[in-house]
Structure formats: structure tokens, C-alpha cells
């Protein structure tokens, strides 16, 4: 499996800008199609966003399309969240995942998840 640790959460204000990075540990990172999914209080964690390990294919959430930007760096083995136009409903912890496939919008087709880290957004 691979590693993965999420940082950059935190507390940012509405309408605000927040980057949020995933760092890996797998030397096949650059095989690897990458996601970030989140999980609000109560609720069941929900896509977010997803890339291609070419880097060619993203999907987003309508919930954050246009609003959100995933990117990788394969050398870095880095994976990144910009998050723009913030609202208390992005308030969630996020988390990082891998898996060595195309790309899902399921959970359960990903393998490798890091702990997390909380974004929170306040009004």
C-alpha cells in the first residue's frame, strides 16, 4: 500500500483560498490515479475530486467544480487541492487516495487513504 499524508487544512474564513497537499511514498506514484474525498460531521465521506496518473483526466464533485483545482507533481510524488470561493459547507475532514486503476468517483475503489486533515469554514 501506499503511503500517503495529508497537510494544509485549517480554518479559513468564507469566499476564502486554502491549498491543500498530499505527500506519497510509493516509487510507482506516477502509475497511480489520485483523489481527495471529504467527510463532514454525520455524514458519509463524498468524491471530491480525481486524476488520471497521466495527469490528463480530472472529474470534480459539482459541489466544487469550478471552485476546485486538483493537480499532481509525479517527480514530488505530491498531490494538491486548491480550494477557492470556500463556503461552511466545504467544512470536512479531507482525505488523500490512490489506487493503481483509472479513474472512480467510489471510494471503495481506492486502496490507499491518508489520516486526513480538517478544513474548517467559518461564515
Known amino acids: 500500500q501506499v503511503q500517503l499524508v495529508e497537510s494544509g487544512g485549517g480554518l479559513v474564513q468564507a469566499v476564502g483560498l486554502l491549498w491543500l497537499s498530499c505527500a506519497a511514498s510509493?516509487?510507482?506514484?506516477?502509475?497511480?490515479?489520485v483523489a481527495w474525498f471529504r467527510q463532514a460531521p454525520g455524514k458519509e465521506r463524498e468524491f471530491v475530486a480525481v486524476?488520471?496518473?497521466?495527469?490528463?483526466?480530472?472529474d470534480y464533485a459539482d459541489s466544487v467544480s469550478e471552485r476546485f483545482t486538483i493537480s499532481r507533481d509525479n517527480p514530488k510524488k505530491m498531490v494538491y487541492l486548491q480550494m477557492s470561493k470556500l463556503t461552511p459547507d466545504d467544512t470536512a475532514v479531507y482525505y488523500c487516495?490512490?489506487?493503481?486503476?483509472?479513474?472512480?468517483?467510489?471510494?471503495?475503489?481506492?486502496?490507499?487513504w491518508g489520516q486526513g486533515t480538517q478544513v474548517t469554514v467559518s461564515s
Open positions: 486524476q488520471s496518473a497521466s495527469g490528463y483526466t480530472t
Open positions: 510509493d516509487l510507482m506514484f506516477s502509475g497511480l490515479a
Open positions: 487516495a490512490s489506487r493503481l486503476f483509472g479513474v472512480s468517483r467510489v471510494a471503495t475503489d481506492f486502496n490507499s
